[in-house]
Nanobody, 122 residues
Framework: EVQLQASGGGLVQAGGSLRLSCVSS????????IGWFRQAPGKEREMVSC????????VYADSVKGRFTISSDNAKNTVTLQMNSLKPEDTAVYYC???????????????WGQGTLVTVSS
């Protein structure tokens, strides 16, 4: 099965940037997708962005559209989430996950990384 490792989180001031990475290894479906989800304390896990490794199509949550960019380097088995113009409300643990189709429902993703903490100060 596929193994996912998320990294790149940290502490940043509002308006700053961070780049998160998700590295995958092992076997999964040929057409699998990688989604980024986040969860803040006391809140439900929500989809931030998702990308198809096969055709590069991507989707974004309305709250991050125009600020975040997702990309995939299939040769390195790495998906990157570039986060710009960060806001305090972006503070959360960010997870990457894999499945066969992008979805806003985190329960539909079958493989998960360990998560990386992003803290945005005001």
């Amino acid at each position: 099965e596929v193994q996912l490792q998320a990294s790149g989180g940290g502490l940043v001031q509002a308006g700053g940037s961070l780049r998160l990475s998700c590295v995958s290894s092992g076997f999964f479906f040929d057409d699998y997708v990688i989604g980024w989800f986040r969860q803040a304390p006391g809140k439900e896990r929500e989809m931030v962005s998702c990308i198809s490794r096969s055709d590069g199509r991507s989707v974004y949550a309305d709250s991050v559209k125009g600020r975040f960019t997702i990309s995939s380097d299939n040769a390195k088995n790495t998906v990157t989430l570039q986060m710009n113009s960060l806001k305090p409300e972006d503070t959360a643990v960010y997870y990457c996950a894999a499945d066969t189709k992008c979805s806003t429902y985190w329960t539909l993703f079958g493989a998960w990384g360990q998560g990386t903490l992003v803290t945005v100060s005001s």
